[in-house]
């Protein structure tokens, strides 16, 4: 960890020659060279100066990941926060000094979406009028599978069971956005997406400019969400989609991605739909990778996969397709991932993995080393307002992992309709 305070205006670095910040200006704007090229940078603020700086005494004010060597950022300085500083650790390292630079550059974990259900139940629609615009945590949740935020930070939940796509704006507050709350199948012309009915939406991809698209997989339709309401569908597979689930739709909507059942399949408007793969027995969900890779979870297998764009091949990539629980510490490949189900990629590499029976939020560093973040049990909701990594049982069978774009990781609990959030905001200085 290097690290420079800014009093006043004058730099004083620990390592001036490899790490640097220029003063803070009355704006909090911050800029800074030299950091890690695959790291975290945190700009924490203090009072006053009276004798010795206590270390508890830094407030973080908010993390960044560093991509590279050159980085911006902003502090909020107040009179009572007028002297700065900027943490940095490099999380590249497949190391244990690596790792534990990640875990404590995250903090809190908490409760951003449901209040509970019965988890025994399925095909029960929890939804009730009266939590439209209240508090997202008062909203019963209905078996929800898939969270992904915007660039403005609402949170979109499909609402599997209450045939919806549910938005909890940053102010906490829920609202539904699309679907009517009953099961149907509304008309695929443009219409406000308050008036379009669904039958079991299980996937979701949102833009970042809020622009929304829905697996309705029991009408077997990829239905878009515009900005301004309006939902039209882009396609009807003639084949069901079963229990589909993972989805992925291009900025230009000429090529889409998507998951059902046994199959993942692919569509283009010109060559419709095509499954590219079918030796699947129950997908979860999938990612992208920077290079193209699509990298998909086999839920039923215990097993992660890459799948080839071209003839739609597939390798294994981790999981030796048993129902144990993960060895912290070793690698992922001959590791048990027991119904794996969520992957997200994250800015520092590697993958968080989710799964349902083994109840275990995963992180696979950039050696293949699996790493468990938390540990849950069956039906057990637990550790709002803890560390995330401070150990026992806090969730039940997560669904699907996510990143917000602040750096936040979202975790669904579908049985007990939980949507939960682990801070990207570093307690320990």
């Not at 009953?182 to 833009?207: C, E, F, H, I, Y």
Request: with cysteine.
């Amino acid at each position: 960890m290097a690290a420079v305070l800014t009093f006043g205006g004058m730099n004083f670095s620990l390592s001036a020659a490899v790490f640097q910040i220029k003063p803070a200006g009355f704006n909090g704007f911050l800029t800074w060279t030299n950091v890690f090229t695959n790291g975290i940078c945190t700009v924490e603020t203090v009072g006053p100066l009276h004798g010795t700086i206590r270390s508890n005494a830094w407030l973080c004010q908010q993390s960044y990941f560093a991509t590279n060597p050159m980085g911006a950022g902003t502090a909020s300085i107040t009179a009572t926060q007028r002297f700065v500083r900027l943490l940095a650790v490099d999380v590249a390292a497949a190391t244990p000094v690596g790792f534990n630079n990640l875990v404590h550059s995250y903090g809190l974990l908490h409760t951003v979406g449901g209040s509970g259900n019965d988890p025994g139940t399925d095909n029960i629609n929890y939804w009730q009028s009266s939590f439209e615009g209240g508090f997202a945590t008062n909203a019963a949740l209905s078996r929800p599978h898939f969270a992904m935020t915007d660039a403005a930070g609402n949170i979109f939940i499909v609402d599997k069971n209450s045939f919806s796509v549910l938005k909890v704006t940053p102010d906490g507050l829920i609202h539904t956005v699309a679907g009517t709350h009953a099961s149907g199948n509304g008309p695929d012309t443009a219409k406000a997406a308050l008036a379009v009915a669904m039958n079991q939406p299980n996937g979701l991809w949102v833009r970042n400019d809020g622009t929304l698209y829905v697996l309705d997989t029991g009408n077997s339709k990829v239905r878009r969400v515009d900005t301004n309401g309006m939902m039209t569908t882009l396609f009807t597979d003639s084949k069901s989609m079963g229990n589909g689930r993972g989805l992925w739709v291009r900025n230009d909507e000429q090529l889409i991605y998507y998951c059902a059942g046994t199959d993942f399949r692919q569509w283009t408007p010109t060559g419709g739909s095509i499954t590219l793969n079918k030796k699947f027995i129950d997908l979860g969900c999938f990612v992208l990778t920077a290079a193209g890779t699509i990298v998909v979870t086999d839920r039923g297998d215990n097993t992660v996969w890459t799948v080839n764009t071209n003839g739609g091949s597939r390798t294994l990539l981790y999981g030796n397709g048993s129902t144990n629980l993960v060895m912290d510490g070793t690698m992922a490949v001959t590791n048990s991932l027991y119904g794996v189900r969520g992957i997200w990629i994250p800015p520092f590499g590697g993958y968080l993995l989710a799964t349902d029976y083994g109840e275990q939020l995963l992180y696979v560093d950039t050696a293949g080393i699996i790493h468990v973040l938390m540990n849950g049990l069956l039906d057990t909701h637990a550790g709002d307002g803890q560390w995330f990594y401070s150990g026992g049982f806090k969730m039940g069978q997560p669904r699907s992992v996510s990143m917000d774009n602040a750096g936040d990781i979202l975790l669904v609990e579908n049985d007990l309709g939980y949507v939960r959030k682990v801070d990207f905001h570093r307690l320990f200085p």
